[in-house]
Antibody, heavy 118, light 111 residues
Framework: DVQLVESGGGLVQPGGSLKLSCATS????????IHWVRQSSGRGLEWVAR??????????TYAASVKGRFAISRDDSKDTAYLQVNSLRTEDTAVYFC?????????WGQGTQVTVSS | NFMLTQPHSVSESPGRTVTISCTGS????????VQWYQQRPGSAPTTVIY?????PAGVPDRFSGSIDSSSNSASLTISGLMPEDEADYYC??????????FGGGTKLIVL
């Protein structure tokens, strides 16, 4: 079974930082692009960032709303992806989902809640 | 900025067929693949269509996807509607810079 498990979310003050993790199993992680997608309460999905595979030079892309504040990375030896979120703002409050893009479709984790509040 | 536009909601009766559209604001929607995700209340999204028209294992063949370049749109069609199909559906593709773009989501109501 394919599994993606996010962790690292929590309550943080504006301007603070967190490092989100996405531990995966059940698919060939090293061949797959990984995305982070977020969803504010009662709202739609917002794409955040993507990191491609080693074959695609680990290329990264970011949404304009997070560029320069967030950093996506991966460790193929651990089948794990990360999202370092810095300079957090109240509008970054959301559930953050990790998504694995495979040749058989995209697999989603259950998400981790990030709440930015003073 | 490239945007994908979906109807806010659609409704149909069980057993009938419904089509949800996803229209690109510019360019050619056929340039990059379109994915469709289903999200039931309180749950994470799941993929029902990827790469325009491919179904992941376990997704019933009642779900199908298509692209219409003439209208710059993608469509998700669900036939033989069942009560459990009631959910939010999102289309997704990429802009010219490779950034992901989601449609605003469509609430499917199965009457």
């Amino acid at each position: 079974d394919v599994q993606l498990v996010e962790s690292g979310g929590g309550l943080v003050q504006p301007g603070g930082s967190l490092k989100l993790s996405c531990a995966t199993s059940g698919f060939i992680f090293s061949n797959s692009a990984i995305h982070w997608v977020r969803q504010s309460s009662g709202r739609g999905l917002e794409w955040v960032a993507r990191i491609r595979s080693k074959a695609k030079t680990y290329a990264t892309t970011y949404a304009a709303s997070v560029k320069g504040r967030f950093a996506i990375s991966r460790d193929d030896s651990k089948d794990t992806a990360y999202l370092q979120v810095n300079s957090l703002r109240t509008e970054d409050t959301a559930v953050y989902f990790c998504v694995g893009s495979t040749t058989n479709g995209d697999y989603w984790g259950q998400g981790t809640q990030v709440t930015v509040s003073s | 900025n490239f945007m994908l536009t979906q109807p806010h909601s659609v409704s149909e009766s069980p057993g009938r067929t419904v089509t949800i559209s996803c229209t690109g604001s510019s360019g050619n929607i056929a340039t990059d693949y379109v994915q469709w995700y289903q999200q039931r209340p309180g749950s994470a999204p799941t993929t029902v269509i990827y790469e325009d028209d491919q179904r992941p294992a376990g997704v019933p063949d009642r779900f199908s996807g298509s692209i219409d370049s003439s209208s710059n749109s993608a469509s998700l069609t669900i036939s033989g509607l069942m009560p459990e199909d009631e959910a939010d559906y999102y289309c997704q593709s990429y802009d010219i810079n490779g950034c992901g773009v989601f449609g605003g989501g469509t609430k499917l109501i199965v009457l």
